[in-house]
């Protein structure tokens, strides 16, 4: 088992920056890739960002330019820098860990955290 705790979510205003971080625990050696999903109210949980140990990272077309997912191995610690932040960004924050297919989606993922509120205001 894997466990992952989020951190770093709360009240910007729009422009502003933010950094996630998402600690594992346990059996962190099973983990090729963590990602970031988010889930806004009404709305289906979507991709945001991944780091594949193998493929680099990924990001969803919506943050391109403005995220950067990042990692610290010795931690077993993922981050994400949101910048250039937007009423839109507001969701749940998500991360997931261990990929058995495709990094975009959510079934792929196996271990997920609680998850860590951001909310953006106009």
């Known amino acids: 088992q894997v466990q992952l705790v989020e951190s770093g979510g709360r009240l910007v205003q729009a422009g502003g920056s933010l950094r996630l971080s998402c600690t594992a625990s346990g059996r962190t050696f099973s983990i090729n890739a963590m990602g970031w999903f988010r889930q806004a109210p009404g709305k289906e949980r979507e991709f945001v960002a991944a780091s594949s140990w193998s493929s680099g990272s990924t990001y969803a077309d919506a943050v391109k330019g403005r995220f950067t997912i990042s990692r610290d191995n010795a931690k077993n610690t993922v981050y994400l820098q949101m910048n250039s932040l937007k009423p839109e960004d507001t969701a749940d924050y998500y991360c997931?860990?261990?990929?058995?297919?495709?990094?975009?989606?959510?079934?792929?993922?196996?271990?997920w955290g609680q998850g860590t509120q951001v909310t953006v205001s106009s």
């Open positions: 997931a860990a261990r990929c058995r297919g495709q990094v975009e989606l959510v079934e792929s993922y196996v271990y």
